[in-house]
Nanobody, 111 residues
Framework: VQLVESGGGLVQPGGSLRLSCAASGFTFSAYDMSWYRQPPGKERELVAAITSNGGSTKYADSVKGRFTISRDNAKNTVYLQMNSLKPEDTAMYYC?????WGQGTQVTVSS
């Protein structure tokens, strides 16, 4: 199993970023996927999750209405569209499949 995140970077408050997680080594379309984040000095937390067929999603209260998780099973990729970013969204963002984690992509929201 390999999970490779991309799309992080430095963005101003109110800006947007789209994270991608490219998956390989398993039948992507058969599994629920999720995004987590770990702010500096804090524990890792669930941001959003999506079912295998994309039919159901859930979000942390802190990102509801601003973030959207989606997936493309033909491309073995899960996405996290992040809008109206706030400084408190600054964190390392990770893609997760059960016990497997990607290496993370850093998101920094700062003016």
């Amino acid at each position: 199993v390999q999970l490779v995140e991309s799309g992080g970077g430095l963005v101003q408050p109110g800006g947007s970023l789209r994270l991608s997680c490219a998956a390989s080594g398993f039948t992507f379309s058969a599994y629920d996927m999720s995004w987590y984040r770990q702010p500096p000095g804090k524990e890792r937390e669930l941001v959003a999750a999506i079912t295998s067929n994309g039919g159901s999603t859930k979000y942390a209260d802190s990102v509801k209405g601003r973030f959207t998780i989606s997936r493309d099973n033909a491309k073995n990729t899960v996405y996290l569209q992040m809008n109206s970013l706030k400084p408190e969204d600054t964190a390392m963002y990770y893609c997760r499949l059960r016990a497997y984690w990607g290496q993370g992509t850093q998101v920094t929201v700062s003016s």
